[in-house]
């Protein structure tokens, strides 16, 4: 077994997300971790483009903003322990969202094809993600339908 980075460890095993997998699930969620770092300011990627991994926020913070109508709408902002990219990677559709860092951060990246074997052992989980992606798109949808033109 190969040795764990500490902070994929110490998210996996904290963050509801994964209470859909057992001990062993989680530990091989772990070990597809790859820890990668932006500055202030960089954006990781824009809405509508082809997206093919998920990230967790290990420190920092990053901006979530939706296109409405040519201006960009910040519908969120997330933390260490949150997660973000996870319909790209679960569904193959585009992303949903621009996501800026707001702060140097440290982020865990998954790469969808491990992602997608783990996640035929584990349906729960893959069910769970489509649903927290399907729950902000909805969310996203009603801030831009309630903001003033």
Same mark, same amino acid.
């Given at each position: 077994?190969?040795?764990?980075?500490?902070?994929?460890?110490?998210?996996?095993?904290?963050?509801?997300?994964?209470?859909?997998?057992?001990?062993?699930?989680?530990?091989?969620?772990?070990?597809?971790?790859?820890?990668?770092?932006?500055?202030?300011?960089?954006?990781? &990627?824009? #809405?509508?483009?082809?997206?093919?991994?998920?990230?967790?926020? $290990?420190?920092? /913070?990053?901006?979530? =903003? @939706?296109?409405?109508?040519?201006?960009?709408?910040?519908?969120?902002?997330l933390?260490?322990?949150?997660? &973000?990219? #996870?319909?790209?990677?679960?569904?193959?559709?585009?992303r949903? $969202?621009?996501? /800026?860092?707001?702060? =140097? @951060?440290?982020?865990?990246?998954?790469e969808?094809?491990?992602?997608?074997?783990?996640?035929k052992?584990?349906?729960?989980?893959?069910?769970?993600?489509?649903?927290v992606?399907?729950?902000?798109?909805?969310?996203?949808?009603?801030?831009?339908?309630?903001?003033?033109?």
């Amino acid at each position: 077994m190969m040795k764990l980075d500490p902070r994929a460890e110490a998210l996996v095993f904290r963050n509801k997300v994964f209470f859909f997998l057992d001990e062993a699930g989680r530990l091989r969620f772990a070990e597809l971790a790859r820890p990668v770092a932006y500055p202030r300011g960089h954006v990781l &990627f824009r #809405e509508g483009e082809k997206g093919d991994t998920f990230y967790v926020v $290990a420190k920092g /913070t990053v901006a979530v =903003d @939706v296109d409405d109508n040519g201006v960009p709408l910040r519908v969120g902002e997330l933390k260490p322990g949150q997660f &973000f990219g #996870e319909m790209a990677t679960v569904t193959n559709q585009p992303r949903s $969202a621009t996501v /800026t860092a707001l702060e =140097d @951060v440290e982020l865990l990246a998954f790469e969808r094809e491990p992602v997608q074997a783990l996640l035929k052992d584990y349906p729960k989980l893959r069910e769970l993600l489509g649903k927290v992606g399907l729950a902000r798109s909805e969310d996203s949808l009603q801030k831009i339908l309630h903001t003033d033109p």
